[in-house]
């Protein structure tokens, strides 16, 4: 069974920053793509930032310069580590993962969420 823990969110004040983590088992995670999402009520939820198994990144453009994304294989664990934060980046962040479970079937799966909460 694939599991991922998610943990670090919590309030800050406008500049200040929080590390999420995303601690995984039941994946082959070195060879998973991992991603943060967030969802605002009502809309979709979207790719914050993303990491491929080979250590490729990407981000959306509002958060580019600001936050970070890593992986620690030896760990199964991926974060997100945000600085100067803006009210703006107050929702839910979801932990995703793409790629081989411990059967090596491909499946994509998500985290419970963590709130962030960004106050002014």
């Known amino acids: 069974q694939v599991q991922l823990v998610e943990s670090g969110g919590g309030l800050v004040q406008a500049g200040g920053s929080l590390r999420l983590s995303c601690a995984a088992s039941?994946?082959?995670?070195?060879?998973?793509?991992m991603g943060w999402y967030r969802q605002v009520p009502g809309k979709q939820r979207e790719l914050v930032a993303g990491i491929t198994s080979g250590l490729i990144t990407n981000y959306v453009d509002s958060v580019k310069g600001r936050f970070t994304i890593s992986r620690d294989n030896a760990k199964n664990t991926v974060y997100l580590q945000m600085n100067s934060l803006k009210p703006e980046d107050t929702v839910v962040y979801y932990c995703?993962?793409?790629?081989?479970?411990?059967?090596?079937?491909?499946?994509?799966?998500w985290g419970q969420g963590t709130q962030v909460t960004v106050s002014s």
């Open positions: 995703n993962s793409e790629g081989p479970n411990l059967r090596g079937v491909r499946i994509l799966s």
């Open positions: 039941g994946i082959i995670f070195s060879s998973n793509d």
